[in-house]
């Protein structure tokens, strides 16, 4: 069952006329290319963890999956239901977080699991990708969304922050980055992690390789632009050499 595209989802749609979206489309496109053969099929029990106010969730739902978000934020949750309601669709949504993740949602309760931007901020990732694993169902599919050390270490030092890019440098990942809530990954280590949790990975993609480089004023001015700054993080998100460039990772697994 395939995830109906939005406007600058495919190289030469055409964009929406707000920047914000445009820019989004951008970040975003690599992932939902990734989730393509993933979600082609169902319907299927997809959770979503974070999912916040839907931005994943609804577009799932409305290509006719069974969705459901655990975030903790209310004010997160309700901005979900206005998106669903607007949108025309069902979204089930629990106030929780992954350390009581199994009283919500129970075991071998999703086909599917989203994790976007969550691992880094969890007080134990080894932990938290064993509860996920808990609700996947055999060969279930885990869609897991990390931020990345190398591109972090880039921007520190290009905004200035040298002190703070070199404390990055071989920054432990089970401690919160400097300068900024959240923890950064290497491949390497998020590849491990999902391992030690009974992960086989399927695939690494680099995602906001140049969309977070590109001024907005550049989209906002330049006809085609925005599109063509998706088709190029599609073309080298499976690029093995510009992954240590990318804002974040983007890893399937089983």
């Not at 609804?58 to 459901?68: D, I, L, P, S, Y």
């Not at 979900?80 to 350390?99: N, P, S, W, Y």
């Not at 064993?130 to 869609?143: E, I, K, Q, V």
């Not at 992690?193 to 977070?212: C, I, N, P």
């Amino acid at each position: 069952m395939p995830v109906p595209e939005r406007p600058g989802d495919r190289p030469g749609d055409r964009t929406s006329d707000r920047p914000s979206e445009r820019r989004t489309a951008a970040r975003t496109a690599v992932v939902w290319s990734a989730l393509g053969d993933v979600l082609d099929q169902g319907p299927l029990d997809v959770l979503d963890i974070g999912g916040g106010t839907g931005g994943f969730a609804v577009r799932v739902a409305q290509a006719g999956h069974r969705v459901t978000v655990v975030d903790p934020s209310p004010d997160a949750l309700a901005s979900l239901d206005r998106r669903a309601r607007e949108r025309g669709v069902e979204v089930a949504a629990h106030q929780g977080d992954l350390a009581g993740l199994a009283d919500v949602v129970g075991e071998d309760a999703a086909d599917v699991v989203l994790c976007h931007g969550v691992l880094e901020v969890v007080e134990d990732p080894a932990a938290a990708l064993g509860a996920l694993r808990s609700a996947l169902r055999a060969d279930g599919t885990l869609s897991l969304l990390v931020a990345q050390r190398h591109a972090a270490v880039v921007a520190r030092a290009m905004a200035g922050h040298f002190q703070q890019a070199i404390a990055l440098l071989d920054g432990d990942p089970a401690a919160p980055s400097p300068g900024r809530s959240g923890r950064r990954f290497t491949r390497d280590e998020v590849e491990r992690l999902l391992q030690d949790a009974g992960f086989t990975v399927d695939g690494v993609h680099a995602v906001r390789v140049f969309a977070d480089l590109v001024p907005g004023s550049l989209l906002d001015a330049e006809p085609g632009a925005a599109a063509a700054l998706v088709e190029l993080e599609r073309a080298v998100a499976d690029r093995p050499e510009y992954l240590p460039l990318a804002t974040q990772l983007h890893l399937l697994a089983r």
